[in-house]
């Protein structure tokens, strides 16, 4: 993993280990992991050009794009949850709740153990 410019290049190098060694569900894990790193920078981009648009129909489009991206964005982390258990148990406990966020954290990283 290295970083060119502002972009975050992981390509063939999203393998830490020899990717012979890997199983194929964890190689598609790193791929759908890859992928959600790719859509949260979707995300962000929009959000600074959107920021930056002065045309109200461009930032519409913008808007519009940036909405496909949250939806990219939540299909792979639902994957990716599926595939690994204590990370969507923990993630029970913090996403869609009031209250401090710390604190629903450590709660949730205690479910998981
Ligand atoms: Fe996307």
Redesign the pocket.
């Known amino acids: 993993m290295y970083l060119i410019g502002q972009t975050l290049n992981m390509g063939f190098d999203q393998y830490h280990e020899p990717p012979k060694e890997l199983s194929e569900e964890t190689r598609t894990i790193a791929r759908m992991l890859v992928s959600l790193i790719e859509?949260a920078e979707?995300i962000n981009w929009y959000e600074q050009r959107m920021s930056v648009e002065k045309d109200p129909q461009a930032k519409a489009i913008m808007e519009n794009a940036q909405q496909?991206?949250f939806k990219?964005f939540g299909m792979d982390l639902e994957f990716l949850l599926r595939k690994k258990e204590k990370w969507r148990t923990t993630l029970k406990e913090i996403l869609f709740k009031e209250g401090d966020i710390v604190k629903l954290g450590e709660k949730g990283e205690q479910k998981a153990d």
């Open positions: 859509e979707a496909e991206e990219h």
